[in-house]
């Protein structure tokens, strides 16, 4: 079974404690080529302060393909230690295909590398133009992708100039990497044993940040596949690490040691 669908069947989303508001953002064409609204959910802690909050763009994963789900479990796991760490969780819809045929005939995964990307620009921008009203701080932003999400947001950094202090990558390398100049501190996490997305082409993305000098760092998982959410005590520490280092909060990222590649382990 594909482990993203076994993934659903096995985890339900909870956003207890938490406040979730739904949004419409933009309005672009579908892959059958109708318009079609894209909507936003927007979580933040219940009965926090009122105070500016820093925001986290999460772009769910599903291999591009329907059910468009920005409320997979694992956004909701995501969310709750975010969101009362004090930031405030945007996580849009991005137009997928009906199902793996007519995502193949189109190309196949490098073709929905635009269109989502374009829909997380528009989610990004709506949000902008509404921080005051939501209470966000627009200039503290941070995204975070799980799976084709991950590539997705790969897209939308490279094609677009929102300004994102920090990019975490989970388990989401893309087939073909953007161009990675100006590209904010990147962390990404993979398991080697990855069946769906396969952990090899870290390769590649790693070698693209080193190239453009970016701040980046590469979790390996040994011997986990897709969707490693057993393993997040290992890795959530580091990544909030990370994420309060560039957001004005700490100082230290504390990312682990490097391998003999360059490379950090856990």
């Known amino acids: 079974m594909n482990p993203e669908i076994e993934f659903r069947q096995k985890y339900k989303p909870d956003y207890t404690g938490m406040t ?17 609204i894209y909507k936003l959910d927007f979580i933040t802690q219940a009965n926090q302060d009122t105070g500016l909050k820093p925001v986290i763009f999460f772009i769910h994963g599903g291999g591009f393909i329907q059910p ?15 969101t009362a760490a004090g930031y405030a969780v945007v996580a849009p819809d991005y137009p997928v295909f009906d ?7 189109a190309g196949g995964e490098t073709a929905c590398y635009a269109k989502s990307g374009e829909a997380i620009h ?12 939501l209470g966000l701080d627009s200039d503290k932003t941070a995204i975070i992708g799980g799976s084709a999400g991950g590539m997705a947001a790969f897209y939308a950094i490279a094609n677009y100039t929102d300004s994102y202090r920090a990019f975490i990558n989970l388990w989401g390398a893309p087939e073909q990497v953007p161009k990675l100049a100006g590209f904010p501190p990147t962390l ?7 069946e769906l997305v396969a952990y090899e082409r870290e390769y590649s993305v790693q070698e693209e940040l080193s190239r453009y000098g970016i701040e980046h760092y590469l979790i390996t998982l040994d011997g986990s596949g897709h969707t490693p959410l057993n393993r997040m005590d290992e890795y959530m520490p580091q990544i909030m690490k990370l994420l309060n280092k560039v957001l004005g909060i700490r100082a230290d990222c504390g990312c682990g040691k490097k391998d003999k590649a360059g490379y950090v382990r856990i």
């Open 20 to 36: 979730l508001t739904e949004l419409p953002f933009c309005e672009i064409e579908n892959y059958s080529k109708v318009r079609q």
């Open 68 to 82: 468009c789900d920005k409320r997979q479990a694992y956004i909701s796991m995501f969310a709750r230690i975010l």
């Open 99 to 105: 199902d793996g045929a007519q995502m193949a005939e």
């Open 122 to 133: 528009y989610a990004c921008r709506f949000i902008k133009e509404h921080a005051e009203e």
């Open 188 to 194: 990404s996490v993979h398991g080697n044993a990855d």
